[in-house]
């Protein structure tokens, strides 16, 4: 079965440090994506990143980025220079190529403190 | 565009009673899913369609029935509410490759 875990259920970051949270997923296959989403209080849910499995080279989205180590099957989520908007839940999320469902983590619920 | 929109927002429900949650998208995504958001759980897929007149069954489908007779619609049925369906939903499209997108959630009580 294929999971998705997010170990870390809360944490919080003094606005404009760098705060990273971790992912960590299970799949037996080879061609698959990977997402990490923001949900703030409005409840919508926000794309912040994806990195397709296939590429070696990590993504970057301004102040967001990923460590990605597939042979370790870690998606972790960097955030620079901390804002208080970035105060939401985050989750971790994986499709396998072709199939459009999604698998999300339990989420991490990140506060910056002002 | 509209993007993914749900109606309604909010609902109340007493065990045993039917509704529809309704979504709809203008972005002519042949892909279009249901997820329900529980207290300290990820986002579970109920059902979903690759397009019109095709659906299948995701992790929590049970008292759940869905159709799809429209490339932008996609109704979720509850035929008899119970307390466990308590949650938040959310419709999703996409297409092929593209990025999925959200609708902004219905937060469903059952009593």
């Known amino acids: 079965a294929q999971t998705v875990t997010q170990s870390q259920p809360e944490m919080s970051v003094q606005e404009a440090e760098t705060v990273t949270l971790s992912c960590t997923y299970d799949?037996?296959?080879?061609?698959?994506?990977l997402f990490w989403y923001k949900q703030p209080p409005s409840r919508q849910m926000i794309l912040v990143i994806r990195?397709?499995?296939?590429?070696?080279q990590n993504a970057t989205e301004n102040r967001f980025s990923v460590n990605f180590q597939k042979a370790a099957k870690s998606f972790s989520l960097k955030i620079s220079d901390s804002q208080l908007g970035d105060t939401a839940m985050y989750f971790c999320?994986?499709?396998?190529?072709?199939?459009?469902?999604?698998?999300f983590g339990t989420g991490t619920r990140l506060k910056v403190l002002a | 565009n509209a993007g993914v929109t749900q109606t309604p927002k909010f609902q109340v429900l007493k065990t045993g009673q039917s509704m529809t949650l309704q979504c709809a998208q203008d972005?002519?995504?042949?892909?279009m899913s249901w997820y329900r958001q529980d207290p300290g759980m990820g986002l579970r897929l109920i059902h979903y369609s690759v397009g019109a007149g095709i659906t299948d069954q995701g992790e929590v489908p049970n008292g759940y029935n869905v159709s799809r007779s429209t490339t932008e619609d996609f109704p979720l049925r509850l035929l008899s509410a119970a307390p466990s369906q308590t949650s938040v939903y959310f419709c999703a499209s996409s297409y092929s490759a593209g990025p999925t997108y959200f609708g902004p959630g219905t937060r469903l009580t059952v009593t």
């Open positions: 972005m002519n995504h042949e892909y």
């Open positions: 999320a994986f499709i396998t190529s072709g199939t459009y469902k999604y698998i």
């Open positions: 799949t037996s296959e080879n061609n698959y994506y």
């Open positions: 990195q397709e499995a296939y590429k070696q």
